[in-house]
Nanobody, 126 residues
Framework: VQLQASGGGLVQAGDSLRLSCRTSGLTFSHYSMGWFRQAPGKEREFVTAINRGGGRTSYADSVKGRFTISRDNAKNTFYLQMNSLKAEDTAIYYC????????????????????WGQGTLVTVSS
């Protein structure tokens, strides 16, 4: 199984970025997907997650209204659209996959996820 995150970069506060996570080696539609981030000196934290079919999402309070998660089951890829970026959004962003029972709630802690991507760095200058 592989998850490949991409799309990070250096932007200014207020700008937008779109991260992608392409997956292979798993049955994509059987997994909920999530984004986590880790800033220097801090623990990895939940950002957002989306269920298998894409109809349910969950967001950390810090990104609600600014970030949007989506998925394309035909492309085995999911996305994180980040708008109105702030300096405090600076972190390495990791994508992750969780083998989800169809009606299970979305999970928000790193140990609950089965597979991880390598991370992509997002730097927001103020």
């Amino acid at each position: 199984v592989q998850l490949q995150a991409s799309g990070g970069g250096l932007v200014q506060a207020g700008d937008s970025l779109r991260l992608s996570c392409r997956t292979s080696g798993l049955t994509f539609s059987h997994y909920s997907m999530g984004w986590f981030r880790q800033a220097p000196g801090k623990e990895r934290e939940f950002v957002t997650a989306i269920n298998r079919g894409g109809g349910r999402t969950s967001y950390a309070d810090s990104v609600k209204g600014r970030f949007t998660i989506s998925r394309d089951n035909a492309k085995n890829t999911f996305y994180l659209q980040m708008n109105s970026l702030k300096a405090e959004d600076t972190a390495i962003y990791y994508c992750a996959a969780n083998r989800q029972i169809l009606t299970a709630p979305l999970l928000t802690t790193p140990p609950d996820y089965d597979y991880w991507g390598q991370g992509t760095l997002v730097t927001v200058s103020s």
